[in-house]
């Protein structure tokens, strides 16, 4: 089977991953704040419409589809959160799932063409991920979060180095809590990027703070 992108590409997509919805833009339109975001240095994209005001049915669709094109247009992946059946509507490049989301293995067999990322916050989760078939591992709250209320305890970067040590190759994303300050502490404990929402995009100008994070990221 071929895929649309290989483990170099996506490791090499995964280093400035926006995770965002249009409850995270503080009132902006969100194609807007993920066209600056992506001429400040995002690689990679993922839908998460979810929370307080999130949109739903064909509004959502209709967002969907306008990222997605603009994902497509700009060569970098759009995953979609959670939710398969959006996922096959707006052919996107791959889903993310979570511990209380869809088995992985089933939507890896489902899904056999698209990229399938994982969260993982121990070391058994991510073996768990590896032998159900993830291409990559969201690994976190590295920090703490006000974005995910449910978010599990903070592990900061030393949950990642466990992972690493525990012989998980696999690419992964740190996330949870990460701006420019922190975003280094994430790579140097092995994470291929950051994944992050809302320093980019509640940030009064996503450009500059996605290209501040890649300066971080990069020139280490
Ligand atoms: C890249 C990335 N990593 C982790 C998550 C969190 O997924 P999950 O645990 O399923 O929580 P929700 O995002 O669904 O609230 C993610 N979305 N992306
Ligand atoms: C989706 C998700 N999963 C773990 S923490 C988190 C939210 C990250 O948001 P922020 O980058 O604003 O802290
Ligand atoms: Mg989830």
Same mark, same amino acid.
């Given at each position: 089977?071929?895929?649309?992108?290989?483990?170099?590409?996506?490791?090499?997509?995964?280093?400035?991953?926006? $995770?965002?919805? @249009?409850?995270?833009?503080? *009132?902006?339109?969100?194609? &807007?704040?993920?066209?600056? #975001?992506? /001429?400040? %240095? !995002?690689?990679?994209?993922?839908?998460?419409?979810?929370?307080?005001?999130?949109?739903?049915?064909?509004?959502?669709?209709?967002?969907?589809?306008?990222?997605?094109?603009?994902?497509?247009?700009?060569?970098?992946?759009?995953?979609?959160?959670?939710?398969?059946?959006?996922?096959?509507?707006?052919?996107?490049?791959?889903?993310?799932?979570?511990?209380?989301?869809?088995?992985?293995?089933?939507?890896?067999?489902?899904?056999?063409?698209?990229? $399938?990322?994982? @969260?993982?916050?121990?070391? *058994?989760?991510?073996?768990? &991920?590896?032998?159900?078939? #993830?291409? /990559?591992? %969201? !690994?976190g709250p590295q920090y703490a979060t006000r974005t995910k209320l449910?978010a599990?305890?903070v592990?900061?970067?030393?949950?990642?180095?466990?992972?690493?040590?525990?012989?998980?190759?696999?690419?992964?994303?740190?996330i949870g809590g990460i701006?420019?300050?922190?975003?280094?502490?994430?790579?140097?404990?092995?994470?291929?990027?950051?994944?992050?929402v809302s320093a980019?995009?509640?940030?009064?100008?996503?450009?500059?703070?996605?290209?501040?994070?890649?300066?971080?990221?990069?020139?280490?």
């Amino acid at each position: 089977m071929i895929r649309k992108w290989d483990e170099a590409q996506l490791r090499e997509a995964l280093r400035l991953y926006l $995770v965002m919805g @249009s409850p995270n833009c503080n *009132g902006a339109d969100p194609y &807007a704040v993920l066209e600056a #975001a992506i /001429y400040g %240095g !995002v690689t990679m994209f993922q839908l998460r419409e979810k929370g307080p005001g999130a949109l739903q049915g064909p509004e959502r669709l209709a967002l969907g589809s306008r990222l997605r094109r603009l994902c497509a247009q700009r060569g970098i992946p759009f995953i979609v959160n959670d939710d398969e059946r959006l996922a096959l509507e707006l052919e996107a490049d791959g889903i993310h799932i979570g511990q209380e989301d869809e088995a992985a293995a089933a939507v890896r067999k489902r899904l056999p063409q698209m990229i $399938v990322g994982v @969260s993982a916050h121990d070391l *058994g989760e991510a073996q768990s &991920a590896l032998s159900d078939g #993830a291409d /990559y591992l %969201g !690994v976190g709250p590295q920090y703490a979060t006000r974005t995910k209320l449910d978010a599990r305890e903070v592990q900061g970067p030393a949950g990642i180095a466990l992972l690493r040590a525990g012989g998980i190759a696999l690419p992964l994303v740190g996330i949870g809590g990460i701006d420019a300050s922190n975003a280094s502490h994430v790579i140097r404990a092995g994470a291929d990027g950051v994944a992050v929402v809302s320093a980019i995009a509640a940030a009064s100008s996503p450009r500059e703070a996605a290209a501040e994070l890649r300066e971080r990221i990069v020139n280490l």
